[in-house]
């Protein structure tokens, strides 16, 4: 759900910047912009982008009338909550999580969305503005990778979506076209670095979001590749070769466990490689 407090928190913003460039002081800015609400078949479309399941917590950002949430925890089975700014939607919400008799799976927050904490969410739910999407997006990719994310008819920036569809909302109360469009990210685990196998293997890789590029191979004789980032498993190309590797922790730091090799990486299959604390491999 799209706030007052939200859109008035980017006006106030882009006021006060344009003021201060040009060395005035800027007035401060009232304007408020009634709440839109979700139509429930896009409520239910965005649920579905996610996956959502009754394994999963569902954390709606700005969550207004608690449809979401109690949409997730009574159809889906789901647990969760949804963190809002305006009282009178957070008390709107307990009673509505009453009467859809969920109060037990579905909680509400008076709270401000960038205070709270997102690590226990496995699914994000987002009706924002741009510029917040932008502004959180730092604390989205700090997440466990595989947590997803839908947005409602706003992107992140240079974040590509994952996967991203249209829905009819003749209920919806803006726009001519009746028209949403709905956006999934999965958060990708960090593949950036160098990463050392066994044989001199050596994999020197850089990341923006999803995306991998980099070089391969031993240090004598290293490849351009490019691969991509999906939740956990990086999949890595290049021609005439195809590798794919599990990322995961452990004390010792994160490793990349090659499950599937093929072509001139075929030898690679079961090699686990690990980060290299500096720009070296050793041993």
């Known amino acids: 759900m799209l706030g007052r407090w939200l859109t008035t928190l980017a006006c106030t913003a882009a006021v006060w910047a344009n003021a201060s460039a040009q060395g005035l002081a800027p007035m401060p800015v ?6 839109i609400t979700t139509p429930d078949n896009v409520t239910v479309s965005m649920l579905e982008l996610a996956g959502v399941s009754a394994k999963d917590f569902v954390l709606d950002l700005g969550s207004g009338d608690g449809r979401i ?18 009282p ?12 859809a008799g969920v109060a037990d799976r579905a909680e509400f927050r008076e709270q401000d969305l960038f205070k709270t904490d997102l690590t226990a969410a496995s699914v994000i739910t987002m009706y924002l503005l741009p510029a917040v999407n932008v502004q959180l997006r730092p604390a989205l990719l700090r997440l466990k990778p595989g947590t997803r994310l ?36 999965v958060v990708p685990a960090p593949a950036a670095g160098l990463w050392c196998g066994g044989a001199g293997l050596q994999w020197r890789l850089r990341q923006q979001f999803q ?9 004598t004789d290293l490849k351009a590749l ?15 070769a195809q590798a794919r590797a599990e990322w995961q922790t452990s004390p010792q730091g994160p ?15 079961g090699q686990t490689l690990r980060k290299a604390s500096d720009d070296r491999c050793t041993g």
């Open 150 to 185: 839908v947005s409602h008819d706003w992107d992140m920036g240079e974040w590509t979506p994952d996967r991203s569809l249209t829905v009819e909302a003749p209920t919806k109360n803006i726009g001519r076209e009746k028209l949403s469009q709905l956006h999934l990210w």
């Open 30 to 35: 009232m304007e408020e912009v009634p709440f």
């Open 69 to 86: 949430v109690i949409t997730a925890a009574r159809r889906f089975g789901a647990r969760g909550v949804g963190v809002e700014i305006v």
């Open 255 to 269: 490793t990349l466990r090659v499950v599937g090799a093929s072509g001139a990486w075929g030898p690679w299959q």
């Open 88 to 99: 009178e939607l957070v008390e709107r919400s307990q009673r509505n999580a009453q009467a």
């Open 226 to 240: 490019l691969g991509r980032m999906d939740a956990s498993t990086l999949h890595l190309w290049a021609p005439g």
């Open 211 to 219: 995306m991998v590029q980099g070089q391969a191979g031993p240090a």
